[in-house]
């Protein structure tokens, strides 16, 4: 049985005082509250969903439905959603650069994290996948298995930054918009199917290792924002079918390839140089 209190029982309800509205909006949590750094990462994540969108629709609906005349890999389409995750590299490059400079709110982490997983971890994977669907020489099953372990080395990768502490100015493991981009890259080289599976494999296993890799900051950030527009001028020339554009296309895709390569062999190189220059010293310091 309740008992209601007649002293605090009104006939029209409980009315907030006057000033009770404005102090819950200032009481709001910063956490709700998003900054500029945010707002470009929720850029990151919606070009993302699009390069979904238009591997979807381009490519994938013709290929099943018969209206792709050409066959393979559309190049509107491919080249729309590529640009679309530059896109989204660039914004992952900006929504860090700002937060550094003003403020992020307490969820940057997380926003940066889950957008990351859907432009550089959902959208390159899913990529993989129709590839293996609409190109002639794919087998489909292999591509399955190829686009689970690039989603795979992504989550982990982001799972790993989040708790992981390393040097500063150093990632462990290929960042996964460098990561997204070289997995996409293979793909446009066109090479056969044995070939560019492991190759995609590769790259999924050097976004788990724990190769270290320069932040992009300064010059560096620089040189990728340089590289991303000329890239999106490749894949622009190659979309509307440019003289040399192939060429060009294929050359970029290669030097973003090689790069890939190469720095995990001169991070190897370096920390060999490391380990001997110290044991070097360990001997020095034991003599007498």
Known sequence: ??????????????VPEAGEAGDETEN????????IADALTLGNATCGFMAVYFTTTGILIPHLTGSDESGGMARHSAATAVIL???????????????RKLRSSPMGAELDNLSDLISFGLAPAYFVLVYGLVESDAHQRFSVVAAVVVLLAVVLRLARFSCVTVRDG????MPSPFGALTVVSIVLLELPFVPTLLA????????VSRVEYPKPRGVLAVAMLSWIVSAMALLAAWAFDAPGGQLL??????????????????ATARRVNTFRDNRREARAAQLP
């Not at 150093?170 to 493991?173: D, I, N, P, Y």
């Open 170 to 173: 150093m990632f462990q493991g």
């Open 249 to 266: 296309l294929q050359t970029g895709c290669a030097l973003q390839v090689v790069t890939g390569a190469v720095i995990p062999l001169f």
């Open 28 to 35: 709001m949590p910063l956490s709700l509250r998003l900054s």
């Open 1 to 14: 049985m309740t008992v209601i209190d007649p002293e605090t029982e009104t006939g029209t309800g409980w």
């Open 85 to 99: 995750m530059l896109c989204a590299a660039v914004f992952d490059l900006f929504d860090g650069l700002v937060a």
């Open 200 to 207: 995609i494999v590769g790259v999924a296993w050097l976004m």
